[in-house]
């Protein structure tokens, strides 16, 4: 079952986001493309899936191409959930995210990383 396939969308409705998660001490999630309201609730599943593991949670945004208020949005909602395990940790993140994180004052949320 794909991601939009979950969350009750029809196969195919959306180009998915490229997702790979890598869970262990620290998990990281992947992400490149287009992060907004088409996508979002792809991006959140995800998120969740991890938010149930220990350890810190890490996201690349070096393949995000643009993110708008949705994909913002979801990040906070991530951070503010896995916020008693330590900060989440955006990695480099590319200049379409980090714009739009500082644009929107989400920065703050926050540990960023570049490698």
Same mark, same amino acid.
């Given at each position: 079952?794909? @991601?939009?396939?979950?969350d009750?969308? =029809?196969a195919?409705?959306?180009? =998915? @986001? =490229? ?5 262990? =001490?620290?998990?990281? @999630? ?12 792809a991006?959140?599943?995800?998120l ?27 990040l ?13 940790? @955006? ?23 570049s490698a």
């Amino acid at each position: 079952m794909t @991601l939009d396939e979950a969350d009750g969308a =029809p196969a195919g409705a959306a180009t =998915p @986001l =490229p997702f790979c998660a890598s869970v262990g =001490p620290s998990s990281v @999630l992947h992400v490149g493309g287009t992060l907004d309201c088409e996508s979002a609730a792809a991006l959140r599943a995800a998120l969740h899936s991890m938010t149930t593991s220990n350890g810190c949670i890490s996201v690349d945004l070096a393949d995000v191409t643009f993110m708008d208020s949705s994909g913002v949005q979801v990040l906070v909602d991530a951070a503010q959930l896995v916020a008693e395990l330590g900060p989440m940790v @955006l990695l480099r993140a590319s200049p379409a995210a980090r714009r739009t994180l500082e644009l929107s004052g989400a920065g703050r949320f926050f540990d960023h990383r570049s490698a």
